[in-house]
């Protein structure tokens, strides 16, 4: 005999980071009961579990940042603000990019409370195992917490969950890393403490001993420009990317090696900095993880992807729910990302169809597993552009709105743009 169903929603976000933060908060703000399933103990996603310290995708390129993000993101930075964070627009010395700088302590803060304000239920140290569905449509999930299984039903779901958990145990058809197969370089950043104040970071000094270090250090470094670093807003810690690794697979026996090859990659490479960098010669290792940073994974199959040829060319549409601005960022070797940026007026249309699942009436998706080939993924996965994503998929799944103009009409209320 099944269980009962405990308790019910209108909208029900499968991820907590900035998908699924998005499209709980678009869900609400279009008038949804929400619930928001995280399996951490905290929302953020990879700025809270990987160290990627940094929001992209807010603003276009170019010499002054221009929004590519607004409603829900502008939520999340007002929040941000409220707590000290200043949410302004930062640009990296190494790619030339606009970025958001990041405390994973206070985003954690910050997001606990934007989403209280606004009626959103958070479960976190929960997942989704399993999905009842029909032919077209997911009647509920089964989401097991710290006090065992319960089912929960809503009218519409949002798969946030990076990893697509809620796509794979729906049955939802998929393709896991690029059309051959081939994922992603994950990537490990860390942080770094214990640095003398009053000396600046050095970028010719780290590359020559990198450069040392790779005569015969036990990892040579892939990133010999000295990687991207920064100083981590409110404290005087470091924050560097400089650790990529390949991925052969999805397996459980892939991630663990990652995971322990990167951790000694970070006492090596801290070690490195200690002996040969000015102002690093009592300089430690604060933080890793809690997890590397995964940039591909599974691919759910949607009823479009957005391509490469809309990218370079800044195809407009006028079925557009977000605006996808970051350069297709791609690492498809280890330490050697390729950026090519986009065309037109510096944007290009996300349109609802790459957030809407084939197969299934009322499964939307945000984050890195929303709609998009090999070359486009490399721009849409990034988390100032989940943001958007994440708030049209919930107020997709609000309404139970099909096409775009709706969808993009009600973003547009709501302060987003597309």
């Known amino acids: 005999m099944s269980r009962k169903i405990e308790s019910e929603y209108d909208v029900i976000v499968a991820g907590g980071g900035a998908g699924g933060v998005g499209a709980a908060l678009g869900a609400a703000r279009a008038g949804a009961k929400v619930c928001l399933v995280e399996k951490y103990g905290f929302l953020g ?42 949410g302004a627009a930062h640009n990296s010395e190494t790619t030339g990019n606009w970025i958001i700088l990041l405390n994973p302590e206070g985003l954690k803060l910050a997001l606990d409370r934007v989403l209280a304000d606004h009626g959103v239920d958070v479960l976190l140290h929960s997942r989704v195992a399993a999905a009842t569905r029909t032919a077209s449509r997911i009647e509920s999930v089964t989401v097991a917490g710290m006090e065992g299984r319960r089912r929960i039903a809503a009218e519409g779901y949002v798969d946030a969950t990076g990893d697509a ?23 490990a950043p860390i942080r770094i403490g214990g640095l003398d104040p009053n000396v600046p970071f ?23 420009d000295g990687g991207i670093y920064t100083r981590i807003p409110g404290t005087g810690d470091m924050w560097w ?25 970070a006492h090596d490479y801290v070690e490195m900095l200690r002996q040969h960098v000015p102002g690093f010669e009592r300089c430690y290792l604060a933080q890793t993880g809690p997890q ?33 601005a ?24 996300v349109p609802l169809d790459s957030l809407r ?55 547009r209320r709501l302060g987003g743009l597309t």
Request: glycine share 14%; aromatic share 6%; hydrophobic share 40%.
């Open 241 to 265: 990317m400089i650790i990529d690794l390949p991925l052969s697979d999805l397996g459980s026996g892939a991630f663990t090696w990652a995971e322990q090859r990167a951790r000694a990659m």
């Open 326 to 349: 970051w350069p297709a960022e791609l690492h498809g070797e280890a330490g050697k990302p390729v950026y090519h940026s986009v065309g037109g007026p510096g944007y290009a249309s």
């Open 45 to 86: 996603g990879a700025a809270t579990t990987s160290q990627v310290l940094a929001y992209c995708g807010f603003f276009q390129q170019g010499r002054e940042p221009v929004k590519a993000v607004g409603g829900a993101g502008d939520l999340v930075l007002d929040a941000m603000r409220a707590i000290g964070m200043d």
């Open 165 to 187: 958990n809620l796509s794979l145990v729906a049955g939802v058809t998929m393709r896991e890393g690029d059309d051959q197969g081939r994922l992603q370089a994950v990537s």
């Open 202 to 224: 050095d970028r010719d000094a780290i590359r020559a001993a990198i450069q040392r270090y790779n005569v015969d250090g036990a990892f040579p470094i892939t990133r010999d």
């Open 357 to 411: 699942v084939r197969g299934l009436d009322n499964l939307w998706l945000a984050g890195r597993v929303v709609g998009a080939d090999p070359f486009a993924y490399g721009s849409l996965r990034v988390m100032g552009t989940a943001f958007a994503t994440g708030e049209a998929s919930g107020i997709a799944a609000a309404l139970g709105a099909e096409d775009g103009e709706t969808v993009g009409a009600e973003v």
């Open 292 to 324: 590397i940073g995964i940039r591909e994974s599974r691919h759910p199959a949607t009823r479009y992807e957005v391509t490469g040829h809309d990218l370079t060319s800044g195809r407009q549409r006028s079925d557009s729910v977000a605006r996808a």
